[in-house]
């Protein structure tokens, strides 16, 4: 009997047909196996929300190429490679001398454990492939000569594995300089001293070992995505293998070998190596390290202001006592209930107004935020003189604060509320692009400014550029942007102080309409935020 051929018809030609397709039933839950699995979501550890730097920063903190101080970072990427690797060399030297002379006051010695346990624990990621210990200059006749030559009494002696067990030689606080290279005294060659710059081998090794730590223990969205750019940037181009050795080491999680930071060379038929001055290997890394860098003193701010804003004295977020009965009534019966946890009005409130602007607020909500409420979140319309702010939100206890004399604040802190109940959206990589076209928006137009707010940005009073390129606040001022420059909105609720704050770019407008009309359309209906019952 011969077979008819039969042709597969795709579930959706019988849909546009009109015809309903039953609904693929789930399997029968399985007793005794995983629920987790059959559900088919990851296994929940904890049902507080986590905001996205919370566990990220500690780490970063612990770090401690992160924690060396960068006062003066150039603007320029060329300048800024060696900037970094001055204050990185810096910082070996002067913590190596200081542990030295320590251990001089103590002992009357040069060399203690303090200072091997430091370059010890900048060599840890590479502890199969270099060890360190003090030669004396009677240890041996080629210590004797490396002594000789950086005029001490005794040096480090680096034992190489990765270079075939070779020893070389390094010191701090040398009479002299001297280049990384073979020595012998006089004409006696049968001892050579293989003398290296040890500052340089400890930086480059402290840089590598740092990019590694971060890679491998910093989870944060935020700082692998610099790392998968570099990735996505290196796969493209074409090059040998030899310089491939950080893409890989990234890629692969593994340190990079100290062997890449020595250059093999051969003189009279016989091989020699020396340390390689700023490779392309220690260039990759210094760049990964400033984009890097850019990133967690920006984390590092935010975690700052908020811990001021955590010790404040301020009593913002107090309700106050005495509060008349009119003023109660109001605030139980407002509109604002329908959308937060509590609302207080302050004494002085035009009760008048309030209605207005809440009447304002419900079209602003219905139209722009599809109505969605935030029962998290307490309400506030104070005074807040003493703030010196229009406006406040405060993160930690979720609370919103609109001056009395300003509601024209609400829609900026609105948005700081939004980006701190939705997980601090500011923190995204999606992100990245806004907070890039703000900050070079706003230095373009820098120079148009008048020097007294020149002086301000640039000083270190409270309202420097520093708060102004704050992820944070960036967010709320291109929400401000979004509604209106895009949008086109007028409303009390809403009108931008400080003009050179939203700095005018096609582009910026360009990114801020995609990113918050999305937002606003997609991710905000979507968004499960809890409601109190």
């Known amino acids: 009997?011969?077979?008819?051929?039969?042709?597969?018809?795709?579930?959706?030609?019988?849909?546009?047909?009109?015809?309903?397709?039953?609904?693929?039933?789930?399997?029968?839950?399985?007793?005794?196996?995983?629920?987790?699995?059959?559900?088919?979501?990851?296994?929940?550890?904890?049902?507080?929300?986590?905001?996205?730097?919370?566990?990220?920063?500690?780490?970063?903190?612990?770090?401690?190429?992160?924690?060396?101080?960068?006062?003066?970072?150039?603007?320029?990427?060329?300048e800024r490679a060696n900037y970094v690797l001055q204050i990185?060399?810096?910082?070996?030297?002067?913590?190596?001398?200081?542990?030295?002379?320590?251990?001089?006051?103590?002992?009357?010695?040069?060399?203690?454990?303090?200072?091997?346990?430091?370059?010890?624990?900048?060599?840890?990621?590479?502890?199969?492939?270099?060890?360190?210990?003090?030669?004396?200059?009677?240890?041996?006749?080629?210590?004797?000569?490396?002594?000789?030559?950086?005029?001490?009494?005794?040096?480090?002696?680096?034992?190489?594995?990765?270079?075939?067990?070779?020893?070389?030689?390094?010191?701090?606080?040398?009479?002299?300089?001297?280049?990384?290279?073979?020595?012998y005294l006089g004409y006696d060659c049968s001892h050579i001293a293989h003398i290296t710059d040890l500052v340089q081998f400890l930086s480059d090794a402290f840089l590598l070992a740092g990019i590694h730590q971060i890679r491998t223990t910093v989870e944060l969205p935020l700082i692998q995505d610099v790392f998968e750019k570099y990735l996505a940037e290196e796969s493209s181009k074409e090059r040998e293998d030899i310089?491939?050795?950080?893409?890989?080491?990234?890629?692969?999680?593994?340190?990079?070998?100290?062997?890449?930071?020595?250059?093999?060379?051969?003189?009279?038929?016989?091989?020699?190596?020396?340390?390689?001055?700023?490779?392309?290997?220690?260039?990759?890394?210094?760049?990964?390290?400033?984009?890097i860098l850019e990133i967690y003193h920006e984390i590092s701010y935010e975690n700052r202001h908020r811990q001021e804003i955590g010790r404040s004295i301020a009593t913002a977020y107090i309700t106050k006592k005495n509060i008349p009965q009119s003023i109660q009534g109001a605030m139980e019966r407002t509109a604002f209930m329908d959308y937060f946890k509590f609302v207080e009005f302050d004494e002085d409130v035009d009760l008048a107004s309030v209605r207005t602007i809440e009447k304002e607020f419900e079209v602003l909500n219905q139209a722009y935020f599809t109505g969605k409420k935030f029962k998290d979140v307490t309400l506030r319309f104070r005074k807040l003189g003493k703030h010196k702010a229009s406006g406040l939100y405060y993160p930690t206890l979720h609370t919103l604060c609109v001056d009395i004399r300003s509601p024209s604040s609400f829609i900026h802190e609105y948005f700081h509320m939004i980006d701190d109940q939705m997980g601090d959206l500011?923190?995204?990589?999606?992100?990245?692009?806004?907070?890039?076209?703000?900050?070079?928006?706003?230095?373009?137009?820098?120079?148009?400014?008048?020097?007294?707010?020149?002086?301000?940005?640039?000083?270190?009073?409270?309202?420097?550029?520093?708060?102004?390129?704050?992820?944070?606040?960036?967010?709320?001022?291109?929400?401000?942007?979004?509604?209106?420059?895009?949008?086109?909105?007028?409303?009390?609720?809403?009108?931008?102080?400080?003009?050179?704050?939203?700095?005018?770019?096609?582009?910026?407008?360009?990114?801020?309409?995609?990113?918050?009309?999305?937002?606003l359309t997609v991710r905000l209906p979507n968004y499960g935020l809890s409601e109190a019952v």
């Not at 890449?260 to 051969?266: I, K, P, Q």
């Not at 392309?280 to 390290?289: G, K, S, T």
């Not at 704050?501 to 096609?506: D, G, T």
């Open 243 to 291: 310089y491939r050795i950080l893409e890989q080491s990234i890629d692969q999680k593994f340190p990079v070998s100290l062997k890449n930071l020595f250059f093999v060379y051969n003189s009279r038929g016989k091989e020699y190596f020396c340390l390689k001055e700023s490779p392309y290997l220690i260039a990759d890394a210094v760049r990964l390290l400033c984009s």
């Open 1 to 78: 009997m011969k077979q008819k051929k039969t042709i597969d018809v795709p579930d959706s030609i019988f849909e546009a047909l009109g015809f309903a397709l039953p609904q693929n039933t789930q399997a029968e839950y399985e007793k005794g196996s995983s629920i987790t699995d059959y559900v088919g979501e990851s296994r929940v550890l904890s049902l507080r929300k986590e905001h996205t730097y919370h566990k990220a920063y500690p780490i970063l903190n612990g770090i401690g190429l992160l924690n060396l101080n960068f006062p003066n970072m150039p603007m320029e990427e060329c």
């Open 426 to 519: 500011s923190l995204e990589v999606s992100f990245n692009p806004i907070a890039a076209l703000y900050k070079e928006s706003f230095l373009r137009q820098m120079d148009q400014l008048s020097d007294a707010v020149k002086s301000t940005l640039n000083g270190k009073s409270k309202y420097n550029i520093q708060y102004f390129f704050r992820r944070a606040e960036i967010f709320a001022r291109c929400g401000e942007i979004y509604f209106t420059r895009i949008l086109k909105v007028e409303s009390s609720l809403i009108k931008p102080d400080l003009a050179f704050a939203y700095p005018e770019s096609n582009a910026l407008d360009e990114a801020v309409k995609t990113y918050y009309e999305t937002l």
């Open 88 to 183: 990185i060399r810096r910082y070996i030297k002067n913590t190596l001398t200081s542990l030295q002379k320590e251990d001089e006051t103590v002992s009357g010695i040069g060399h203690k454990a303090d200072d091997l346990t430091f370059i010890n624990s900048i060599l840890k990621p590479f502890q199969d492939e270099v060890q360190v210990s003090i030669a004396k200059r009677s240890l041996d006749p080629t210590a004797e000569v490396a002594c000789e030559i950086f005029r001490l009494p005794s040096c480090y002696r680096i034992s190489l594995n990765c270079m075939d067990g070779e020893i070389v030689y390094g010191a701090v606080g040398t009479k002299r300089k001297r280049k990384d290279g073979y020595y």
